[in-house]
T-cell receptor, first 113, second 114 residues
Framework: GDSVTQMEGPVTLSEEAFLTINCTYT??????LFWYVQYPGEGLQLLLK?????DKGSNKGFEATYRKETTSFHLEKGSVQVSDSAVYFC????????????FGEGTQLTVNP | DTGVSQNPRHKITKRGQNVTFRCDPI?????LYWYRQTLGQGPEFLTY????????KSRLLSDRFSAERPKGSFSTLEIQRTEQGDSAMYLC????????????FGQGTRLTVV
């Protein structure tokens, strides 16, 4: 079945540091890929998405590129802020089963001033 | 419309009791999903509705769990004879038809079974 694997966390960075959170997936066919973010006390929010190979999703300074050859969708940001502290989830949707999402285990990011 | 709404936000119940949660999706969304999230894990799919029809149920959804979406609007998730292992955050999400479309999540209902 489909699965998503994220890098082990938690991740602690200083403000303005470079961020990478690794995500790899296993799926049949051609899934859509997503990054969701969960801020403390809030619901999951879509951060960015990519629906086909080589697409780059971007939002709020975050980027991720759909790499079919390496089955990866790593999240990057050039300069993190304290306000980026949250839990980040990589997810895929295979388009079948009503486009339900399969999530990774999440990565807790803490950014210190 | 302020997004997906879930009630209650927190529920503490004794083992063996029944509980029911409600989800009000974004009004024009025809798809509605239920997920369960335990501490330190990502959400796991439970079931989804297309309008009022329940089209898929995960193997995680034991026969103590039942979900409904009458008239294709709000949905309820009932857990009968709760067990301590049912303690989790129950998330509802809604979306429009089509692959790759964004699912909007509610803030969840945190269930604690004591």
């Amino acid at each position: 079945g489909d699965s998503v694997t994220q890098m082990e966390g938690p991740v602690t960075l200083s403000e303005e540091a470079f961020l990478t959170i690794n995500c790899t997936y296993t799926a049949t066919g051609y899934p859509s890929l997503f990054w969701y973010v969960q801020y403390p006390g809030e619901g999951l929010q879509l951060l960015l998405k990519a629906t086909k190979a080589d697409d780059k999703g971007s939002n709020k300074g975050f980027e991720a590129t759909y790499r079919k050859e390496t089955t990866s969708f790593h999240l990057e940001k050039g300069s993190v802020q304290v306000s980026d502290s949250a839990v980040y989830f990589c997810a895929l949707s295979d388009g079948g089963s009503g486009s339900r999402l399969t999530f990774g285990e999440g990565t807790q990011l803490t950014v210190n001033p | 419309d302020t997004g997906v709404s879930q009630n209650p936000r927190h529920k503490i119940t004794k083992r063996g009791q029944n509980v029911t949660f409600r989800c009000d999706p974004i009004s024009e969304h025809n798809r509605l999903y239920w997920y369960r999230q335990t501490l330190g894990q990502g959400p796991e799919f439970l079931t989804y509705f297309q309008n009022e029809a329940q089209l898929e149920k995960s193997r995680l959804l034991s026969d103590r769990f039942s979900a409904e979406r009458p008239k294709g609007s709000f949905s309820t998730l009932e857990i009968q004879r709760t067990e301590q292992g049912d303690s989790a955050m129950y998330l509802c999400a809604s979306s429009l038809d089509g692959g790759g479309t964004e699912a909007f999540f509610g803030q969840g209902t945190r269930l604690t079974v004591v």
